[in-house]
C-alpha cells in the first residue's frame, strides 16, 4: 500500500461502491427497521437510485501498486457540490452534500477518508450536508463521537430521496436553510 492515488470512480468501480455501501451500512441504527431478510435486495435498489438519480461525484482512493486484480480499491466518496432539493413548496440549494464515505477497514486510520473529502474540496471542519448518518465508527483518530470530527456537518436524508431536478412538493418533514432536518410542531424525536 505505498502508492495511493485519488481518481474518479469508473464504470468497472460501481459493482465494489454498491456492495461496500450496502454492507457497511447494514448494521447502523439509521439503516432503519428494514427485515434483514429484505435489507440487502432493498438498499441495493436504493443506493443504485441514488447512484443514478442523483448522480453524485464520486471519487475512490486506489494503491496503484496493488498485485491482486480487484484488491486496489480501498475506499470511496459520493459527493455533490451543490444540490436543490423540495422543502415544502420551494425549493432550496445547499451543499456539498456528501451521501457516503467508506474507507476498508484494514486501511482505516491512515487518512483516506480526509483525503477522499480534500479530493472532493469538502473542508471537514466548514459546513457540509450527509444523506446517510454516520456510525461512531466514522470519526477521525482521537475524536470522541463522529460529531466531533465534522462538528458543522448536518444530517438531512430528504435530500437522497429526490431526483437531481425536483418539484416543490409539500412534506410532512420541512428542511432549514442549512439543511438540517426540523420536525412539524408537535412532532418529537
Request: proline letters at 8%.
Given at each position: 500500500m505505498s502508492a495511493i492515488r485519488i481518481r474518479r470512480a469508473r464504470p468497472e468501480d460501481t459493482s465494489l461502491i454498491v456492495d461496500t455501501w450496502v454492507e457497511s451500512f447494514?448494521?447502523?441504527?439509521?439503516?432503519?427497521?428494514?427485515?434483514?431478510?429484505?435489507?440487502?435486495?432493498?438498499?441495493?435498489?436504493?443506493?443504485?437510485?441514488?447512484?443514478?438519480?442523483?448522480?453524485p461525484d464520486v471519487f475512490v482512493a486506489y494503491d496503484a501498486e496493488?498485485?491482486?486484480?480487484?484488491?486496489?480499491l480501498l475506499g470511496w466518496l459520493a459527493?455533490?457540490?451543490?444540490?436543490?432539493?423540495?422543502?415544502?413548496?420551494?425549493?432550496k440549494t445547499v451543499g456539498p452534500v456528501v451521501h457516503y464515505v467508506y474507507v476498508k477497514e484494514h486501511v482505516r486510520?491512515?487518512?483516506?477518508a480526509r483525503a477522499l473529502f480534500a479530493a472532493a474540496r469538502v473542508d471537514t471542519k466548514g459546513p457540509f450536508i450527509f444523506t446517510f448518518k454516520p456510525t461512531?465508527?466514522?470519526?477521525?483518530?482521537?475524536?470522541?463521537?463522529?460529531?466531533?470530527?465534522f462538528p458543522r456537518a448536518r444530517?438531512?436524508?430528504?435530500?437522497?430521496?429526490?431526483p437531481k431536478t425536483p418539484t416543490p412538493t409539500e412534506q410532512t418533514t420541512h428542511a432549514n436553510q442549512?439543511?438540517?432536518?426540523?420536525?412539524?410542531?408537535g412532532h418529537s424525536r
Amino acid at each position: 500500500m505505498s502508492a495511493i492515488r485519488i481518481r474518479r470512480a469508473r464504470p468497472e468501480d460501481t459493482s465494489l461502491i454498491v456492495d461496500t455501501w450496502v454492507e457497511s451500512f447494514r448494521n447502523t441504527y439509521a439503516a432503519g427497521v428494514v427485515p434483514m431478510p429484505f435489507y440487502q435486495a432493498d438498499y441495493r435498489k436504493y443506493v443504485t437510485w441514488i447512484l443514478a438519480q442523483r448522480a453524485p461525484d464520486v471519487f475512490v482512493a486506489y494503491d496503484a501498486e496493488a498485485e491482486v486484480a480487484g484488491t486496489e480499491l480501498l475506499g470511496w466518496l459520493a459527493v455533490e457540490e451543490t444540490v436543490t432539493f423540495p422543502a415544502g413548496r420551494v425549493l432550496k440549494t445547499v451543499g456539498p452534500v456528501v451521501h457516503y464515505v467508506y474507507v476498508k477497514e484494514h486501511v482505516r486510520g491512515n487518512g483516506l477518508a480526509r483525503a477522499l473529502f480534500a479530493a472532493a474540496r469538502v473542508d471537514t471542519k466548514g459546513p457540509f450536508i450527509f444523506t446517510f448518518k454516520p456510525t461512531e465508527h466514522d470519526r477521525k483518530p482521537g475524536a470522541r463521537t463522529w460529531k466531533d470530527s465534522f462538528p458543522r456537518a448536518r444530517w438531512n436524508p430528504l435530500i437522497a430521496r429526490h431526483p437531481k431536478t425536483p418539484t416543490p412538493t409539500e412534506q410532512t418533514t420541512h428542511a432549514n436553510q442549512d439543511g438540517s432536518v426540523q420536525h412539524p410542531r408537535g412532532h418529537s424525536r
